[in-house]
């Protein structure tokens, strides 16, 4: 498989939730202006071992305009003149001296009526998405992701199954028979699925208590319908018939769903729930606080979910790790170098463990020449060794703490 070239924006902090598609937007138009703010000025203290280049990527949440010459100054100045109501409101309150508050009813529309501007923001950009949702981009890059964790050592060889699906096929009539649309069961059968002795392993997996979608399989196919936790609701509906999971989560997972009527994704953990302050959970109002109330809600949680497009959100996650940003091989709970699972833990063997495997990982990764002169076996014959060397120091050094 082609690695494709590394950019030079920090990945997200953790790749498989990431912000809005508003924002996506916003740091999307920043990266094609080249904002001079963001470009690398060679200060910056990088004390990771990972290989990604600082920032080209401003934070959404910067509120800096990408524009900076005279006319984008004009063009604001005009934007912003004081109409009379409130030169108005100027003079009155510099007359009394103290500041005119607002009622609480005054502050209610107002509020209402930002909501209504960032709702029709987040409807034309579901549009915009819709346009240009690609199935064929999709299927390219999930396979891309497999194959990169096959290709980085974490699943063997020979783990992935691309279509077409033969022994076993995708059920297509049960799966329609199961309410899935028709455009989510064509992706079905195009989609490359894992086997089965790398999907089930949870040593294997990539995502914590989680485990990939394999439509070929019965089990699948109905759990895709109404997955964790849902399933265990007393008249919980099932997912939007257009909704369809790559990630099939447990207790403490992850869901990842793709939406194949707007071309997003969904993303978020079963542990939390999707986050009520985007405007995607807002534009369908608020919640109840009878429990009763908060039950419904959270039947269909998935619809109040943070939006990506798709394609963006699955180059973000192969970024993520082919940049070492995220390590595979070792836990799903604990793959971030930068940020140790066990730092403030009672077992100092444990923060040393981890420690020690992040900066054996990299280190390999390095010598083995990745990503473009990689050398796979010599890596894994390298990593098997030092890591049975860790096991037997970190016992040790537990042996001792008793």
Not at 134 to 149: A, I, N, R
């Amino acid at each position: 498989m082609s690695n494709g070239p590394i950019r030079r924006y920090r990945p997200y902090p953790w790749p498989w939730g990431q912000p809005s598609i508003l924002a996506t937007i916003v740091e999307d138009q920043r990266i094609r202006a080249d904002f001079w703010l963001d470009r690398d000025l060679g200060e910056e203290d990088d004390s990771s071992d990972s290989d990604y280049v600082f920032s080209e990527r401003a934070s959404s949440d910067s509120g800096i305009s990408s524009g900076d010459s005279d006319e984008g100054i004009d063009s604001e100045h005009e934007e912003t003149t004081v109409s009379e109501a409130e030169l108005e409101y100027i003079t009155r309150d510099g007359k009394t001296g103290w500041p005119i508050s607002r009622t609480l009813s005054e502050r209610a529309i107002e509020e209402e009526e930002v909501l209504a501007r960032q709702i029709e923001e987040l409807v034309k950009a579901e549009r915009d998405t819709a346009a240009v949702y690609d199935p064929d981009e999709v299927v390219s890059l999930v396979t891309q992701l497999y194959e990169l964790f096959i290709n980085m050592g974490h699943w063997p060889e020979g783990s992935l199954r691309y279509a077409p699906h033969t022994d076993p096929p995708v059920n297509e009539a049960l799966a329609l028979q199961l309410g899935y649309a028709p455009a989510a069961v064509a992706l079905m059968h195009r989609l490359p699925y894992l086997t089965w002795s790398a999907n089930q392993s949870q040593h294997d997996s990539v995502l914590p208590r989680s485990r990939f979608a394999d439509y070929t399989r019965e089990e699948d196919l109905k759990e895709g319908r109404r997955g964790y936790p849902y399933k265990y609701f007393e008249r919980c509906p099932d997912y939007d018939a257009w909704l369809l999971p790559i990630v099939l989560p447990g207790r403490d997972g992850w869901h990842v769903m793709l939406d194949t009527e707007l071309g997003s994704v969904r993303a978020y953990s079963t542990e939390s729930s999707p986050p009520r302050d985007t405007v995607e959970w807002r534009r369908h109002g608020e919640v109840g606080t009878g429990r009763e109330d908060e039950e419904r809600a959270s039947w269909t949680e998935y619809r109040r979910a943070t939006l990506v497009p798709a394609a963006h959100y699955f180059e973000e996650v192969i970024y993520a790790y082919r940049s070492l940003s995220r390590l595979p091989i070792i836990g799903a709970d604990n793959n971030n170098p930068r940020q140790p699972l066990y730092k403030s833990s009672r077992h100092a063997w444990l923060v040393a463990r981890e420690r020690e495997e992040h900066e054996t990982l990299l280190t390999l990764y390095r010598e083995c020449g990745w990503p473009d002169q990689w050398r796979r076996a010599e890596f894994l014959e390298k990593w098997t060794v030092q890591l049975e060397e860790i096991a037997a120091r970190s016992r040790k050094a537990m042996t001792g703490e008793l």
